[in-house]
């Protein structure tokens, strides 16, 4: 994407060009200072480690195969089960770190968690009148693969804890219409963008009315592990007991982005229908199969490695990032407090207990326009909220990333965009006089 395409971005931009925006922003403005990405920092990678455990996991496939250990290691080197080879251990880490309840039946393991929303939105929409119904602002990842399939999309512009009345809202006008509200897709804890939390009163209003109208819930949970205050929540799957929800999962965040790795967790019982799960998983292990094959072993065998050397659970392995993504949202929080507190009641922003983002609100349009000015101009990336809404009500916000700054950056970089403010609220006498 070239700097005159993203100056004039807007709100209403494709979600294609979105994505492109949140790959190659930093190529295009190298010396800025990102909160752009929500990346994962590099501080506790530990990769000679993790491929360490390689062994470990094969010598568990093979006392599981009845394979001696070269064995084993050949057949891991090969295209392999298209459900993946480590979902006994997932349901083991879900049900020590996330309280989930499930067999190994239930799971299929996708690169990524990206590969899981798309299977999920090909295998559940059918026909020109399904409709995927998303809070907005939301994650442009789903949004995205909608656009990419012409899959109608219904965003619910609300806070959070208002999603149940705005869905009840959307389904009547959705039926009125004659179309088919088929899916819902949440992330409950640590929404990106906004980093908000469902409470679970909301989720379980959510289960009961997504159940009752028919409507699959796809929760998505990257980052419920990095919680930093308050108690934790259930995940929406754990309380579900109406079979509505199926739970996306993925190791990127905790572990490493580049093995590629997540899973999809469906209920035994779809809508009350043990044969209606067993159809869904068929249907996308079908289009997995045609897609990408299988997930990659060596990365499941990295991922089931480190796992059985962690007794299951992957708690002591992000205590340090939890630490430390902690420590980086409290300096953004002291940071925008000293930077902004001249504006108090004109701008303002959240306090996420978890996750990687916050939002800011000002008194102008952020838009495609102001990202690129602010890069180019002041050295700091942020992202339009817009970017990720379906509407116009985001167009004066912008999501902050503080995962992969440090604390020393995420000062200079709030600096500069509080200089950026200054002078876009500045009066025009005053920017001449500049």
Not at 173 to 179: A, M
Not at 207 to 224: R, W
Not at 232 to 242: K, V
Not at 262 to 277: N, V, Y
């Amino acid at each position: 994407m070239k700097r005159d395409q993203i100056e004039g971005m807007q709100g209403s931009s494709s979600r294609l060009d979105v994505m492109n925006f949140l790959n190659e922003m930093s190529g295009n403005f190298p010396n800025a200072i990102s909160f752009a990405s929500g990346r994962p920092t590099e501080q506790f990678f530990a990769l000679a480690h993790w491929m360490a455990q390689f062994p470990l996991f094969a010598r568990h496939f093979a006392a599981a195969h009845s394979l001696s250990e070269e064995a084993a290691v050949n057949v891991l080197s090969q295209y392999g089960r298209t459900n993946g080879i480590i979902d006994d251990l997932i349901a083991a880490q879900v049900g020590l770190d996330e309280g989930i309840a499930c067999g190994r039946e239930q799971i299929i393991v996708t690169a990524g968690c990206q590969e899981a929303i798309e299977l999920c939105l090909r295998a559940l929409f059918e026909s020109e009148r399904d409709v995927l119904l998303v809070r907005s602002p939301a994650y442009i990842g789903i949004t995205g693969v909608a656009e990419l399939h012409g899959i109608e999309v219904a965003g619910l512009s609300c806070a959070v804890d208002d999603t149940l009345a705005f869905l009840r809202a959307a389904v009547e006008r959705l039926e009125g219409e004659g179309k088919r509200p088929r899916a819902l897709y949440l992330v409950p804890d640590f929404d990106n963008p906004t980093g908000a939390v469902l409470s679970r009163a909301a989720r379980l209003e959510l289960i009961a009315f997504c159940s009752e109208k028919s409507i699959t819930v796809l929760e998505d949970n990257p980052y419920g592990m990095f919680r930093y205050e308050g108690e934790p929540i259930a995940p929406m799957f754990a309380l579900d007991q109406a079979g509505c929800v199926v739970y996306l999962g993925t190791y990127s965040k905790t572990i490493c982005p580049a093995l590629r790795v997540g899973f999809a967790i469906f209920p035994k019982q779809l809508g009350g229908s043990a044969e209606r799960t067993q159809a869904l998983m068929h249907k996308i292990s079908q289009i997995k199969s045609l897609l990408t094959c299988n997930t990659s072993q060596v990365s499941q065998a990295i991922v089931g490695g480190l796992l059985l050397s962690e007794n299951g659970s992957l708690k002591r392995l992000v205590e340090g990032s939890v630490d430390l993504y902690r420590h980086n949202r409290d300096t953004m929080l002291a940071c925008l407090e000293e930077t902004f507190k001249k504006w108090e009641g004109r701008i303002s922003w959240n306090r996420p207990q978890g996750g990687f983002f916050l939002t800011l609100s000002l008194p102008f349009k952020f838009l495609g326009g102001e990202a690129a000015s602010c890069a180019r101009d002041y050295g700091v990336l942020a992202m339009p909220l817009s970017f990720f809404a379906l509407d116009e009500e985001q167009d004066y916000c912008l999501r902050l990333a503080f995962s992969n700054v440090t604390p020393e950056r995420i000062e200079e970089g709030i600096g500069r965009l509080g200089r950026f403010v200054e002078q876009r609220m500045a009066t025009p006498a005053e920017r001449a006089a500049d």
